[in-house]
């Protein structure tokens, strides 16, 4: 009987290698990918070492070497730079703040995997992310979960996947800690066993994001200076971008009086800058838009309590969603705790205990009366819901 073939996603790193080895082990008929995202040959000053380099690559064909599997390298630059990079400085010129690993994980990669699965004639796409999927077989959709080592866990970055392509998905590492990831590859002799991981963007080489964008997109950042201001539209000073920016920022922002400001809003059809104290940066209810539920929508009722996480990493706050009545393309996210750190561009990930029933990228926030709103939406919103906030977190 021949085997069920897997096509599995190298990157060169660690996780993805162990993810291959570990289908191997399974007995899966294995085909190494690696997709070659960014050309990195450039002026000198760019690293070799970051996520998706020259040396990943090789990484990823001595790892298929070592298993014993066929590998291939295939050259999706194009795709990566309209979907990705394009998409990056174009979030950073509307007074946003882009997500681009959720964009590259969630769409470009298993779009493009999958399509390769299918012309290889491969059932699966598997990947070393630290998440879990949970495919029933019998009509029902598949189900997206949080990675048990919830240090590791990468289900934020999954939340926009299509559900036929999560259909099509295998994460192998989803019940492992990082340990034991790298205990796996030791024991197999994967070179990769102890290669660091990278933390900075892919395509930003040099660590500064302003740099990238005066290189490569100056009409981004050539020419868009204008005003700080506070809430009631006084000008307090001067900028050169409102790319430089990011809401809660307080660097950049120079002396503007005798308390630290922060970035509260950041509007690209004036080029303005908002500043606020650090306490009025908290908000009770935003806005997501381009919405991505990974279960039917029956199931995203007025009633019904998740979780969301605003940010990678962020401690998740409890909410209750609901479509905005006015703009059909926008749900209104509503929290029993304030929470701080609510930028626009960024993913707003909902989950219902470890499931991630899906998400949306936050969007504008609202002007000063919205803040004075949203203060006393707080001071009202677990009456609102008919619980209390610890009710809520126990439900």
């Known amino acids: 009987m021949a085997k069920t073939r897997v096509v599995a996603a190298m990157s060169g790193g660690v996780d993805s290698c162990v993810a291959a080895a570990m289908l191997l082990e399974q007995g899966y008929d294995v085909i190494g990918i690696t997709m070659q995202l960014w050309n990195h040959a450039g002026d000198g000053t760019e690293r070799f070492d970051s996520c998706c380099s020259l040396?990943?690559?090789?990484?990823?064909?001595?790892?298929?070497?070592?298993?014993?599997?066929?590998?291939?390298?295939?050259n999706y630059e194009r795709e990566f730079k309209s979907g990705v990079v394009d998409y990056f400085a174009a979030e950073y010129a509307a007074g946003r703040t882009p997500n681009p690993c959720v964009m590259c994980n969630s769409k470009l990669k298993f779009d493009h995997l999958v399509d390769r699965a299918h012309a290889l004639g491969a059932e699966w796409v598997a990947t070393g992310h630290f998440a879990r999927v949970v495919h029933h077989g019998d009509g029902r959709p598949s189900e997206l979960y949080t990675g048990l080592d919830d240090k590791k866990d990468q289900s934020y970055f999954l939340f926009d996947m299509r559900p036929e392509n999560l259909a099509r998905a295998m994460f192998p590492l989803g019940?492992?800690?990082?340990?034991?990831?790298?205990?796996?590859?030791?024991?197999?002799?994967?070179?990769?066993?102890?290669?660091?991981?990278?933390?900075?963007i892919c395509f930003v080489t040099n660590g500064r994001y302003t740099d990238f964008l005066a290189k490569h997109y100056p009409e981004v950042t050539t020419g868009h200076g204008g005003d700080i201001v506070d809430r009631s539209g006084r000008v307090l000073g001067q900028h050169e971008g409102i790319h430089l920016f990011t809401v809660g920022q307080r660097k950049g922002l120079g002396a503007l009086g005798p308390e630290p400001k922060y970035v509260a809003v950041i509007d690209a059809d004036t080029n303005q800058v908002v500043v606020d104290d650090l306490e009025n940066l908290k908000v009770s209810s935003f806005h997501v838009a381009r919405a991505n539920w990974l279960v039917p929508l029956s199931e995203i009722s007025a009633d019904r309590v998740f979780t969301v996480m605003v940010r990678y990493r962020a401690k998740t706050v409890v909410c209750r969603v609901v479509p905005d009545p006015e703009d059909h393309n926008l749900w209104q996210v509503l929290l029993a705790e304030p929470a701080r750190w609510v930028t626009p561009g960024q993913a707003a990930v909902f989950y219902a205990n470890d499931r991630v029933v899906g998400g949306g990228f936050i969007a504008k926030l609202r002007g000063p009366a919205a803040a004075v709103a949203a203060s006393q939406t707080a001071e009202r919103l677990p009456t609102a819901l008919g619980q209390s906030s610890a009710d809520l977190h126990a439900t």
């Open 55 to 74: 040396t990943d690559v090789h990484d990823a064909r001595q790892a298929a070497h070592r298993l014993g599997i066929p590998h291939y390298v295939v």
């Open 175 to 200: 019940h492992m800690t990082k340990t034991e990831v790298r205990a796996a590859a030791a024991k197999l002799g994967l070179h990769t066993a102890e290669k660091h991981e990278s933390q900075e």
